[in-house]
């Protein structure tokens, strides 16, 4: 391996450390600016000599700096606290409404990419066409839309006055249509947006005007030719976006009481739990920087440029 390599390899790991870094700092400083948590769990009537003997024995007591480290010890050896709300240990918690998020996401991801792809590489093909005004204003709609809003109004349409689809919760696939095209919508017009400029570019190219003069199919030279050497952009920003749904679920979750991360989250920062806050934060950057190191290796591995 070049020594180059070694040396980008090192700066870009060293890069990511520092990002989780800043990330558990934050979520640290966040959950001890919310507040007391002994009033949650004791109430506000409770003496102070029992709320004084639940910070002792939650370690609550000692300096913040002790804490953090303490905080640290428990991020790096895997034990990221136990609930103040459910008594449970947070990383089995995680575990439990971990499946119900990601088949969430795949699902919305799978639903953005089968027609944020198509609809960008129809946009491009047909270039200042009113197909590709069409397109380009679907995306900005797309984009501009707020999350929960559009959950509201498909639950209000499809469950509410049709009558199609369940309103909520999880179960079969029937419960699954709506969540996941409203968490689809966002990553739907991003991805559309990118591969069409991704496209417009690559279909300049003069490999493939010479592809066309060879006598090439149209069809083929789009999506053999100038659609291989487009979706590096494309690849990169569905891998991001899969991390933003994973950590951000959390709009999407709560409008269909889906009974993920996200729900979870909120019922944490409802009572003050900071343990599970904080885990939950720990969890979000950590996939969100695996991420980040899977797209270097992608790009590595295809574009010979960045090796």
Known sequence: MKASTVRRIGVRLASLFASLLIALSLAFALGRLSGDPTTMILGPMAPPEQREALRTELGLDQPLVVQYLNYLKGVLTGDLGQSLQFYQANTSMIADRLPYTLQLVAAGML????????????????EGTWWDRAASTLA???QSVPVFWFGMMLVVLF?????????GQSGS?????LPALTMSVYPMAHIARLTRASMSEALAEPYVDAARARGIAGRRVVWRHAFKNAMMPILTIVVLQTGILLSGAVAVEYVYSWPGLGQLALQAIQFRDFPLVQAIVV???LVFVLLNLLVDVIH???DPRVR
């Open 111 to 126: 639903l953005a990419l089968l027609v944020g792809v198509p609809l960008g590489v129809l946009a491009a093909t047909r």
């Open 140 to 142: 900005l709609l797309g």
């Open 159 to 167: 469950a509410v006055n049709l009558g199609w689809l369940p309103a």
């Open 173 to 177: 696939l029937r419960h699954l249509i």
């Open 283 to 285: 969890f979000g950057a």
């Open 300 to 302: 590595s591995i295809v």
